[in-house]
């Protein structure tokens, strides 16, 4: 399964994996590297080409980050991205120096100039914005160098050896601020590396599954479904590989959204696998009873997900595989390159460490989640299920605020479906990254026809987010909440109060509990 590979040389940037997400987005294939990977390991990668990252050091300070230049006679092309720009320079002879006053600093958008005739900026306008963010600057270009892009307050923004294939940038091309920087990616990608697009979703299904089949032979497979995207895009690939020999255990512990169960299991009606269903909602409920700390809630319902899938892996017996859900973000963040230790604890809520198998199968532990989106699509997974917003493991119960009982978590359940509802048809899915209801335990005294009620006070919840470390909460139009909450307070009994939650995070966290 080999692709045409970029290798990105990480030197601590905090753009770096969106510059992998945007290489990937181009249909081709990258890893990141720490910058201390040794140079053998990388020219096993064989790539078609390298980018070197930005980062938040000087070249000429002290043990600052750096490569060993063996690097610069592989005869693979080479893209510097600022602290990665300032690199290169440094290291093949330039001056990079700190800039000595605030006007040859530069951060954030800057109109650039660029020389056209470079292969970098082919068929781009010769004036246009980049995302600049520098306290240091190339004060001489290397010998066999040219200046191809320069600013204001930077006489050299881009630098290029076109003989040799080296170019540099000291702007963020990965920044949707640098308004051709796509372009500028692509023609590294295509024009300069030659990569010929051999990346895509629907080849590397084709791929995975042959070799997923060729793994795991005969062997029997299980994998424990939540429902989220990442399980139910592992769990389709399986399916496809070696559908019969696959075990799906699904527990259903009665905290799931209208309809959620019933979803999942549809969705995996096609493949004939063996889909475990446990209905553990009576249990759940059981030892939730009466508790009100958000900790403990989460606590019970985590250990209680163990127990309740030992239980169903010890009547499956002994298996040879289990199937993980890491994605690639999970494997860089772990910055180990062995996450599969990390997930087994983080995923599904933990997983036990001695369920009965043999070997840990992790089969996207490549991809980004909108590659892992459109893997699902590809494998022919329903859209609802692919395009899913996140779902807190623990489901419901920290969305019913103080004690949960089953008629509280209907009432939730039901207005949640309206509010998601209502979001649909006005077509503003797409506005927002996560939106839900919460059902506080504040009742308030309300009038309906002609009588006095008193019922609880349902809460909307909705924000926009790149990360979900910090969010804003979503400006929804006005005439869309009023809908929302029309419909909720004279459809759903046991509500006669809709407020809606205009805190951001941080100071506020996107789950009430
Ligand atoms: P907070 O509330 O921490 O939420 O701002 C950030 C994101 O994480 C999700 N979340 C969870 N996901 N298990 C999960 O799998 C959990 O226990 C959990 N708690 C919060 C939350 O829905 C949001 O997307």
Redesign the pocket.
Known sequence: MKHETILILDFGGQYNQLIARRVRECGVYCELKPYTTPLAQLKAMDPIGVIFTGGPHSVYAPGAPSVDPEIFSWGVPILGICYGCQLLAHLLGGKVVPAQDDSAREYGKTPARFDTGCALFTGLPAGSVTWMSHGDYMEKVPDGFVTAAWSDACPNAAIADQARGFYGVQFHPEVNHTEYGRQMLHNFLYEICHASGDWTMGDFKDQSVAALREKIGTKKVLLALSGGVDSSVAAALLAEAVGSQLTCVFVDHGLMRKNEGNEVQAAFAPWPIHFVRVNAEERFLQKLAGVTEPERK?KIIGEEFIRVFEAEAKKIGAVDYLVQGTIYPDVVESGTGDAAVIKSHHNVGGLPDYVDFKEIIEPLRLLFKDEVRQLGRELGLPEYLVSRQ?????GLA?RVIGDITKAKLDTLREADFIFRDEIAKAGLERTMD?YFAVLTNMRSVGVMGDGRTYDYTLALRSVTTAD?MT?DWTRIPYDVLDAVSTRIVNSVPGINRIVYDITS?PPA???WE
């Open positions: 989460r996140p779902f807190p493991g623990p920290i996560q979900f969010a995070k966290t996107v789950e």
